[in-house]
């Protein structure tokens, strides 16, 4: 009996390492850019403005996609629900992209 209880307990730490793995290169991948750029903005003293803009797109692009999955009905079939999800992220991403691109661009001109 303890050989059954083993063998699941070793593929959940197996998934575990994976997902963890994934989760870091993810944050990673996620936080570079940013830095990146917020340490270019620094350099040229107008990161102050990058930060609060920053944090009003993706405040507001977050948004898109939340307030159009809830918008549509548990009872519509899966396939509408998976295309709204892909609009609402690409519009997520265009709202994102280009509060930050136009503001970025700005500040880089000034």
């Keep these: 009996m303890t050989a059954v209880s083993v063998q699941p307990s070793r593929r959940l ?3 575990r390492r994976r997902w963890t793995k994934a989760f870091v290169v ?5 936080f570079l850019p940013p830095a990146i750029t ?14 609060w803009v920053t944090a009003g797109a993706w405040l507001i692009g977050v ?9 549509a009905p548990n009872g519509w079939p899966l396939w509408i629900h998976a295309g709204i999800g892909v609009v609402a992220a690409v519009a997520m991403g265009v ?3 280009g509060l ?3 503001t970025l661009e700005r500040l880089l001109d000034s």
């Design 38 to 51: 917020g340490a270019t903005l620094a350099a040229i003293a107008a990161s102050g403005r990058w930060v």
């Design 100 to 102: 930050t691109g136009r």
């Design 26 to 30: 993810g944050e990673l991948v996620g």
């Design 63 to 71: 948004l898109i996609p939340v307030v159009a999955l809830s918008a």
């Design 13 to 15: 730490a197996g998934l």
């Design 95 to 97: 709202t994102v992209g």
